[in-house]
């Protein structure tokens, strides 16, 4: 279970983006890193153990971590294809004083306890870092503040199994996702998630799944003049799948979603 960690730091101004990416890991079972001056945000979708100076903590699937400089992380992969979403960067006058930084940091929490935004955000500093430097500076910005309120963190220890792969559905619509590899990330058999999920949410991972796929595409529909293509995309579909998935969950075609929607008759899934 990650720890449960309030971390102080000063954000007065805004944060430099160093790096940002999505990257694949594990060909090498053990890596070693020391960052002098910068500050690593990740975003984990496996299991595996990270060593901090010298200290082991098991880290689980969808756990995001905010490292500060200087830490000795020793990262051991239990297979190929471990993939982590990350942001390295700095903050004005290192952020905190060295002599407090033992105090607060790391932080290790579950997505869980994090809002569905701040994984948006996330993709945001990624995939706009380059294109649109000061929109991705804003994101890290706005995220840091989320994650550093003491009060994400102490709910963490309440989220489970199903409240995560839940979280990884609404962030990760766009992805092929299987039941099986959402099982594995949290370190569950297919049925054992499934049970779990049931109770939580009283429907399957494939139902909650097809809910979140509509309910994204009725809001991008009605609220968004983005190609259909996109709107499929955006929802891990491509266009046939698209159109007979709309067909089905929200009764009409896409076009006439759409249509609908800007004569303000939306359904009460729009809610979701």
């Known amino acids: 279970m990650p720890e449960k960690r309030s971390a102080k730091i000063d954000l007065s101004k805004p944060p430099r983006i160093v790096s940002a990416g999505r990257s694949t890991h594990g060909d090498r079972p053990v890596e070693r890193y020391v960052l002098d001056e910068i500050w690593c945000l990740h975003w984990y979708r496996y299991r595996f153990t990270l060593e901090i100076d010298g200290r082991p903590h098991r880290v689980g699937s969808g756990t995001v971590s905010l490292l500060r400089p200087g830490l000795r992380l020793v990262y051991r992969y239990p297979r190929a294809g471990c993939r982590h979403q990350f942001c390295l960067f700095t903050l004005p006058g290192g952020g905190v004083a060295p002599a407090k930084w033992s105090a607060h940091y790391p932080v290790l929490t579950d997505g869980s306890a994090l809002s569905p935004e701040f994984f948006r955000l996330f993709d945001r500093v990624v995939d706009e870092r380059v294109s649109r430097p000061s929109r ?30 839940a979280l990884q559905i609404r962030t990760r619509l766009n992805e092929p996702l299987r039941v099986a590899d959402l099982a594995e990330e949290v370190g569950l058999s297919h049925n054992q998630l499934t049970r779990l999920f049931r109770a939580r949410y009283g429907q399957t991972v494939v139902g909650y799944l097809q809910e979140q796929r509509m309910a994204t595409a009725e809001r991008m529909l009605c609220e968004t003049r983005l190609p259909m293509k996109m709107i499929a995309a955006a929802i891990g579909l491509d266009a046939q799948q698209f159109n007979k998935a709309v067909r089905r969950g929200l009764g009409a075609s896409p076009t006439a979603v759409r249509e609908r929607g800007r004569g303000g008759e939306l359904s009460d899934r729009r809610g979701a």
Request: aromatic share 6%; charged share 20%.
């Open 136 to 165: 991705a500076k804003a994101a890290l910005w706005e995220m840091l503040w989320e994650l550093t309120d003491a009060g994400h963190a102490e709910g963490a220890a309440a989220q489970g199994p199903a409240e995560v792969t």
